[in-house]
């Protein structure tokens, strides 16, 4: 697939070449950020139209604005990303102007990936993106394109050529999203501030994160939990 600019892109009703954006994502400074580095609207082509910090806000955001292209986080209070997409189906139904999904997540794991692919999204890329790949991220996700993070597509591609059901994991399933994301940080080694620098929370709400999986999977400390993630294959 060939990768467009801007300025190749089908109009939207706002003018041509131009992509409607709600940006959806619980971190407030991580929205401003993004609106700050693509919302000039002249210069990317990109009109930020709406922005939502959880789930609740976000489908009421999404139905009222009906954009081209949603940034979608992963892990969202109120259910996260796969619960945006199944209400925002229910509610809009088959419009003639689609609303696509692009996920924008700290996360890499197959599980996240897997997850909002399944739930209709058109693409994940990785906070880590610049944000001149993320405004032509969105334009091809606008255009009807999928796009991915270098070695995230891996993940679908494996997925969906296999026609058997992922193993139920009990004992994952017990931990929350960010629980996860923390056990993941965690068991690749990062101390506690950077998790925390990673994640834009705090290094206390990192620790009850970290007491709440040891609670949960049983385990004492965080080398058992290395272990125990190891075992899954979650780093």
């Known amino acids: 697939m060939t990768q467009e600019t801007p300025d190749e892109t089908a109009g939207t009703a706002d003018g041509p070449g131009q992509v409607r954006v709600v940006l959806v994502d619980d971190h407030r400074m991580f929205r401003a950020g993004v609106q700050a580095e693509i919302g000039r609207t002249e210069e990317t082509g990109v009109d930020v139209v709406g922005e939502a910090g959880d789930v609740e806000q976000a489908v ?3 139905t009222a604005t009906r954009p ?9 209070p109120g259910g996260g990303g796969v619960e945006v997409l199944r209400r925002s189906a229910s509610l809009m ?5 689609p609303v696509r999904f692009l996920a924008l997540s700290v996360s890499d794991a197959a599980e996240d990936v897997i997850g909002v692919i399944r739930g209709g999204a058109r693409g994940y890329v990785t906070k880590t993106i610049t944000g001149t790949d993320l405004v032509g991220a969105v334009f091809r996700v ?3 394109d999928a796009v991915f993070s270098p070695r995230l597509a891996g993940f679908v591609l494996d997925a969906f050529a296999s026609t058997d059901a992922p193993p139920v994991d009990e004992d994952l399933d017990r931990l929350t999203q960010r ?3 923390v056990l993941r940080l965690i068991a690749r080694g990062y101390a506690y501030k950077e998790v925390g620098k990673q ?7 990192v620790e009850s994160h970290v007491s709440a999986v040891l609670r949960k999977l049983q ?11 190891a075992a ?4």
């Open 179 to 181: 629980e996860r994301e």
């Open 142 to 144: 606008a255009d009807g």
């Open 232 to 235: 899954r294959r979650l780093v």
């Open 60 to 62: 009421t955001v999404i």
């Open 199 to 205: 994640l834009f929370i705090s290094v206390k709400t």
């Open 68 to 76: 081209d292209v949603v940034l979608l986080d992963v892990h969202l």
């Open 219 to 229: 385990l004492s400390n965080r080398h058992e939990l290395t272990r125990w993630a």
């Open 93 to 97: 139904g088959a419009a003639d102007s």
